[in-house]
């Protein structure tokens, strides 16, 4: 376990909501991958959440991700899951080590971590997150972005994960379980490595490496 928390560098987030607008809807599951520098995984981590009693969720909000009312009746509260997030990043990102954050329209999951964390009264939690991302979804808006000032086709009809034209399909990271959390932090996984096979190689500057202390 201290060689596995030496190594963590990245933490992979996905959540599935009962919609789009962290004010007014609900996180109802919540999956996390912890991975090093080389993209290897070194732990995941999945739960179903069951949001305070007096929110009233609509039943045609579940039907993109498959879920019921009692299926979300039976799961965790958020208290309960506050408790375990704060103790998996302390296990792989023990104080002051913060993780760098890695997703597809990653922003928009941390936006409604955050309302959990607030509905918890575990707004410390936030600062356990930090401030560093990676958002799948930008970097492939910037290389579309690179296409059309340089006039050039458009590498991805959509930045989409999953819609037709989108980085899965583009990229052929081959079958997935879409609008999972799992399946979908699985997914840009694959899709973060493929990028970075494709754009690395022309984008970083061949210098020596520097020290480490200056690295860290």
């Known amino acids: 376990m201290e060689e596995q928390n ?19 809807h609900w996180v109802i599951e919540v999956g996390a991958m912890v991975m090093n520098d080389n993209l290897d ?11 305070p009693e007096e929110v009233q969720i609509d039943p045609s909000s579940l039907e993109y991700n498959g879920f019921t009312l009692d299926q979300i009746s039976a799961w965790m509260a958020y208290e309960e899951f506050c408790n375990h997030f704060d103790l998996f990043l302390a296990t792989h990102f023990p104080d002051p080590q913060k993780p760098i ?15 959990v964390f607030h509905r918890a009264s575990r707004d410390d939690l936030v600062m356990r997150l930090g401030n560093d991302i990676i958002d799948t ?13 340089k006039h050039m086709w458009l590498p991805f ?6 819609k037709a ?18 399946g979908d932090i699985r997914a840009t996984r694959i899709v973060l490595k493929k990028l970075l096979n494709i ?10 490496m520097k ?3 200056e690295q860290e």
């Open 6 to 24: 030496k190594n963590a560098r990245y933490l992979v987030i996905d959540l599935e909501l009962t919609w789009l607008n962290p004010y007014l």
């Open 157 to 162: 009809r959509s930045t989409s994960l999953s």
């Open 137 to 149: 979804k930008s970097i492939a808006n910037q290389v579309n972005m690179i296409a059309r000032y």
């Open 41 to 51: 995984i070194l732990d995941e981590w999945r739960v179903v959440l069951c949001p």
């Open 101 to 115: 954050i890695i997703g597809q329209y990653v922003v928009a999951d941390i936006s409604f971590l955050m309302s």
């Open 211 to 213: 020290d480490k202390e």
């Open 165 to 182: 034209g989108g980085l899965a399909q583009t990229l052929n990271i081959g079958t997935y379980r879409s609008h999972t959390a799992m």
């Open 199 to 208: 754009w690395a190689d022309e984008v970083l500057v061949d210098e020596p």
